[in-house]
């Protein structure tokens, strides 16, 4: 069955870099569409990245310009490069995959942005 686990998370100062990774397994990796959510402190899990194809994703605006899904097929890895982080980028973030009506989360890693 469908397994997604995140890692890459930690902290990090204001300004600085993650790569967060997810590795998938027990499916396709080809055939699904994978997401990237976080959930800040006392917020709603929020949508960040989506990678539609390996030249097609979308970003929300809070993120667009500084961060970048990314996949490997040979890995069965989803990526998301985040760069010039910010506190308000705080939070767990959680892998998404989806293949027609379903869908299976990873369970999360933590990102701390300090000032």
């Known amino acids: 069955q469908a397994q997604l686990v995140e890692s890459g998370g930690g902290l990090v100062q204001a300004g600085g870099s993650l790569r967060l990774s997810c590795a998938v397994s027990?499916?396709?990796?080809?055939?699904?569409?994978m997401g990237w959510y976080r959930q800040h402190p006392g917020k709603q899990r929020e949508f960040v990245a989506q990678?539609?194809?390996?030249?097609?994703?979308n970003y929300a605006d809070s993120v667009k310009g500084r961060f970048t899904i990314s996949r490997d097929n040979a890995k069965k890895t989803v990526y998301l490069q985040m760069n010039n982080l910010t506190p308000e980028d705080t939070g767990v973030y959680y892998c998404?995959?989806?293949?027609?009506?379903?869908?299976?989360w990873g369970q999360g890693t933590q990102v701390t942005v300090s000032s």
């Open positions: 998404k995959a989806t293949w027609g009506t379903s869908d299976k």
């Open positions: 027990g499916i396709d990796f080809r055939v699904l569409i």
């Open positions: 990678s539609i194809s390996s030249h097609r994703s």
